[in-house]
């Protein structure tokens, strides 16, 4: 089965930093570009950061720059996020995704062909 499984996830209290993963079920996602977006309750989908398949390029949404990395193992393995400064209003489920062409938008959640389950990110002030 195709899937990307997130990990990471938990109840932090504000101010605090946290650090997700995401890691493919197949080897195959090391040539995809990967992102992350997350989704709070009664909100839309909130792109946060991406990353090219090499790893050299990285892109970010204005208002988390600055408080995110979007990382990629050496081997292309795993892809991570990295939050500091967390604040209640963060409090959502955290989502990666991957883009299996080279067609689409880091940006656009409708670009993206694989999804994972989502892992929930609770901050608590």
């Known amino acids: 089965q195709v899937q990307l499984v997130e990990s990471g996830g938990g109840v932090v209290q504000a101010g605090e930093s946290l650090t997700l993963s995401c890691e493919p079920s197949?080897?195959?996602?090391?040539?995809?570009?990967m992102g992350w977006f997350r989704q709070a309750p009664g909100m839309e989908r909130e792109f946060l950061a991406a990353?090219?398949?090499?790893?050299?390029?990285?892109y970010y949404a204005y208002s988390q720059k600055g408080r995110c990395t979007i990382s990629r193992d050496s081997a292309r393995n795993a892809v991570h996020l990295q939050m500091a400064s967390l604040q209640p209003e963060d409090t959502a489920v955290y989502y990666c995704?991957?883009?299996?062409?080279?067609?689409?938008?880091?940006?656009?959640?409708?670009?993206?062909?694989?999804w994972g389950q989502g892992t929930q990110v609770t901050v608590s002030s």
């Open positions: 995704a991957a883009i299996a062409s080279y067609s689409g938008s880091y940006y656009d959640d409708l670009s993206y062909h694989y």
């Open positions: 990353i090219s398949w090499s790893g050299e390029s990285t």
């Open positions: 197949e080897d195959f996602f090391v040539w995809f570009r």
